[in-house]
């Protein structure tokens, strides 16, 4: 059985369905949307009222500072972390955006200078 997560940041422009993450989540897991579609948004509702403790937090940006506000609190209480996929000099940067674009990313990607 692998590691189980409190927090997945959903920040991929790919769809992934909530049956991938599900399985990866702690007892009351919860997935933040950044890229919040009618999929999500379904789930969202769907997940409210089967009373689920996982659930989707679908984060629409907004200009009151709300939604970071709340990401600067998980980041504080230690319940997100930055996970780094994989590291490339500059001179490899078109390596690092291929790996982007194919999607198999697990964390960032960084470009060093």
Do not use: Q
Request: charged residues 25%; glycine residues 6%.
């Amino acid at each position: 059985m692998g590691r189980k997560y409190d927090f997945v940041i959903h920040s991929s422009s790919k769809a992934i369905p909530w049956s991938v993450f599900e399985p990866n989540l702690s007892s009351n897991g919860k997935v933040i949307d950044l890229t919040t579609n009618l999929s999500s948004m379904f789930t969202f509702v769907l997940k409210k009222l089967t009373f689920s403790k996982k659930t989707l937090v679908p984060l629409i940006i907004n200009g009151k500072g709300e939604n970071l506000d709340f990401l600067v609190k998980l980041v504080k209480e230690g319940k997100l972390k930055t996970v780094i996929d994989s590291t490339y000099p500059l001179s490899k940067a078109e390596d690092a955006w291929a790996r982007r674009l194919d999607g198999c990313n697990t964390g960032k990607i960084i470009v060093e200078h």
